[in-house]
């Protein structure tokens, strides 16, 4: 059985502060996902990573892929109120994905 | 419209009742997907489809049954539930099933 770990589970943090969050398993992965949950709604895709130690940018926000790929970490900066929801990541090894139980991140203004 | 819509966005029903979720894509996609979300939980793949045939199934109580008419809607019929059935059901879709999936907004449930 994999095991994936997203941590921290919950953080809160002041508006314009930076902010790192991690996903973390025992297998090798061909690609992952992030995704973010505003409440109410569905997840909605941020960036797929492919590449062992890729790195993609969004705005302010940084997606790094783990060298072996069995880790990823999401960095923002300068966080904003707007920047608040539920942080899932979901690796895929060949057709099957699984998500993580993800961070749940509040900016306050 | 496009993307994936859910309807009803909202529903409550009794363990006796009969009820339908339904979703449609407007992507063109070849796979579609159910998830249950509930609190403190990871999401929990449900149900996949792929050109209309299922392809997993996890598991699922028999109370939840999916039906996929064609590439473009998905139902999830639900009977007889139990209170702890109650989560926001999550549909999305994808090119294929090895693609990245796009998720509609989802289906409040409460089962009382």
């Known amino acids: 059985t994999q095991l994936l770990e997203q941590s921290p589970q919950f953080l809160s943090i002041q508006e314009g502060e930076n902010l790192t969050v991690y996903c973390n398993s025992s297998?090798?992965?061909?690609?992952l996902q992030w995704y973010r949950q505003e409440p109410g709604e569905g997840p909605v895709l941020l960036v797929t990573?492919?590449?062992?130690?890729e790195v993609k940018k969004l705005k302010r926000l940084t997606f790094q892929f783990g060298d072996a790929r069995k880790d990823s970490s999401l960095h923002i900066t300068a966080a904003q109120p707007g920047d608040t929801g539920l942080y899932l990541c979901?690796?895929?090894?060949?057709?099957?994905?699984?998500f993580g139980a993800g961070t749940r991140l509040t900016v306050k203004p | 419209e496009t993307g994936v819509t859910q309807t009803p966005r909202h529903l409550v029903m009794g363990m006796t009742n009969k009820k339908s979720l339904k979703c449609e894509q407007h992507?063109?996609?070849?796979?579609m997907y159910w998830y249950k979300q509930s609190a403190k939980k990871p999401l929990e793949l449900m149900f996949v489809?792929?050109?209309?045939?299922?392809?997993e199934n996890n598991s699922v109580p028999s109370r939840f049954s999916p039906e996929c008419p064609n590439s473009s809607h998905l139902f999830l019929h639900l009977h007889t539930l139990q209170p702890e059935d109650s989560a926001l059901y999550l549909c999305?879709?994808?090119?294929?099933?090895?693609?990245?999936?796009?998720f509609g907004p989802g289906t409040r449930l409460t089962v009382t």
């Open positions: 999305a879709s994808s090119q294929d099933i090895s693609y990245e999936q796009y």
């Open positions: 297998s090798v992965f061909s690609s």
């Open positions: 990573v492919v590449t062992g130690g």
């Open positions: 979901a690796p895929k090894r060949g057709n099957d994905m699984r």
């Open positions: 992507l063109g996609h070849n796979a």
């Open positions: 489809y792929s050109l209309e045939e299922r392809v």
